[in-house]
Structures are given as C-alpha cells and as structure tokens.
Nanobody, 124 residues
Framework: QVQLVESGGGLVQAGGSLRLSCVGS????????MAWFRQAPGKEREFVAA????????IYADSVKGRFTISRDNSVNTVFLQMNNLKPEDTAIYYC?????????????????WGKGTQVTVSS
C-alpha cells in the first residue's frame, strides 16, 4: 500500500521558519511530480508548490514565492518544504501529494495520492 506521511508542522511566531517533510512508502516516488497543498479552516485546498521528478522544475503559488522552497531527495523517497518568514495567513493544514504526470501541475485534481496532512500554525 502506497502512503505519504507528512511531518514537521507546529506552532511558530510570525517571521519564523519550519521545514516540512513528506516520506513515501510502498513504492518509489522518483518518477512522480510531487506537490504541497494547504487548507485553512473554511477555505478550499490550495496549491503551494510542486517539483518535477528529478527536481529540474519547481513552481510556487504567488503567495509563497520567495519565502518557501520545495526540494526532494529521491534516495530516501522524501519531499521537503522549507518555509521561511512565515505569516499568520500561512496557518493551515499542509498536505503532500503525488501525481503520475512528470509535469509541474498545480491543480489538485491532477494529484491522486495524498497524505493526511500536518498542521502549521503561525501566531502574530
């Protein structure tokens, strides 16, 4: 059974940093584009960042560009999201997702494998 498990969330003050990790188990994810999405209370799940299988291409939502960095280590089947200069509006549950395409897609409907999420809370 293929699973994605996120970790690294927590409570941080505005301006602080967190690093999220997403570990895949059950099969290699080295051929999949991986992404992070987030969902705040009462809002739709939104795209945050994506990275193509070899890491050659990354893409970010405008709201996180310049503050967040997505990366991956295929040798350990893990994707990371480094989040710097966090803001209260970044508060959400962050989800890791995988898609069978090798393109850097941003639409959640392209992703068919999801983790259960990790909570990120940024206090002002």
């Amino acid at each position: 059974q293929v699973q994605l498990v996120e970790s690294g969330g927590g409570l941080v003050q505005a301006g602080g940093s967190l690093r999220l990790s997403c570990v895949g188990s059950g099969r290699t994810l080295s051929m999949n584009t991986m992404a992070w999405f987030r969902q705040a209370p009462g809002k739709e799940r939104e795209f945050v960042a994506a990275i193509t299988p070899r890491g050659a291409t990354t893409i970010y939502a405008d709201s996180v560009k310049g503050r967040f960095t997505i990366s991956r280590d295929n040798s350990v089947n893990t994707v990371f999201l480094q989040m710097n200069n966090l803001k209260p509006e970044d508060t959400a549950i962050y989800y890791c997702a995988a898609t069978n395409t090798i393109l850097a897609v941003t639409t959640k409907y392209h992703y068919d494998l999801w983790g259960k999420g990790t909570q990120v809370t940024v206090s002002s």
